[in-house]
């Protein structure tokens, strides 16, 4: 079972930045595509961003402009970069990559954008 590590999250002032990571337990490789969720208080989840096995990241028109998706092929992670952070920002935010074996979901972390 491919187990997928968040970290990164925590409290940050408006018009911070923040860097969240996602370590996966098996070579991203096998991934087909590997992407951010959010989902804040009493609001659906939502897209930020995927990347995938080849192309160029995608993101919903919401989060172009902020939000950068990278990776890190050789530490299995993928990183979402989040600069000039706002308020309704926060949320939990979740990493999520699709293989053979379907969608596995990090644990979730918080991030909190807040003076």
């Known amino acids: 079972q491919v187990q997928l590590v968040e970290s990164g999250g925590g409290l940050v002032q408006p018009g911070g930045s923040l860097r969240l990571s996602c370590t996966a337990s098996a070579s991203i490789f096998s991934f087909t595509n590997m992407g951010w969720y959010r989902q804040a208080p009493g609001k659906q989840p939502e897209l930020v961003g995927c990347?995938?096995?080849?192309?160029?990241?995608y993101y919903p028109e919401s989060m172009k402009g902020r939000f950068t998706i990278s990776r890190d092929n050789a530490k299995n992670t993928w990183y979402l970069q989040m600069n000039s952070l706002k308020p309704e920002d926060t949320a939990v935010y979740y990493c999520?990559?699709?293989?053979?074996?379907?969608?596995?979901w990090g644990q979730g972390t918080q991030v909190t954008v807040s003076s």
């Open positions: 990347i995938f096995k080849i192309g160029s990241p």
């Open positions: 999520n990559a699709f293989g053979a074996s379907g969608d596995v």
